[in-house]
């Protein structure tokens, strides 16, 4: 279904698109109310859903009672550090992993993959 953007509406995906932070929506909703002072949370909250059920956008995880958002949604692994809550995207060769091809040796299909490592970010260790 085509849907209309509106001023809010496009702002709210260009914010998620423009930045590799996988935001929360209250990141998003302090980002751009300056600019929209009549921006509502919940409003931000149901365009990200109406996102994620058209599948322009994924929720990596939760951190801190929070979903993280991500504009990429071509298949990636992340790191999320335990200690500040960053979620980093992680290179991936997109080789098929052990498992996956054990899965598909016994006939199953994998539509999606998700792989999540959770420990300490480089900069969370040196401190």
């Known amino acids: 279904m085509k849907r209309n953007f509106s001023s809010k509406r496009n702002a709210i995906y260009n914010t998620i698109l423009s930045t590799t932070t996988h935001p929360s929506a209250r990141w ?3 980002q ?4 929209y002072p009549d921006l509502s949370l919940g409003t931000v909250y149901r365009n990200i859903s ?11 995880c939760n951190v801190n ?3 993280r ?6 298949p990636h692994t992340h790191f ?20 996956s091809l054990a899965l598909l ?8 993959k998700l792989v999540i ?6 900069d969370c260790c040196n401190n």
């Open 28 to 30: 998003i909703y302090e």
């Open 50 to 60: 109406l996102f994620k059920n058209e599948g322009k956008v994924s929720v990596v």
């Open 69 to 74: 958002i991500d504009g990429n949604t071509s």
């Open 80 to 99: 999320v550090c335990n200690c500040c809550g960053r979620v980093i995207d992680v290179a991936d060769d997109g080789s098929k992993s052990s498992e």
């Open 117 to 122: 490592y959770y420990g300490k970010c480089s």
């Open 105 to 112: 040796n016994k006939g199953f299909t994998i539509d999606s």
């Open 32 to 35: 751009l109310k300056p600019d």
């Open 65 to 67: 009672g929070e979903e």
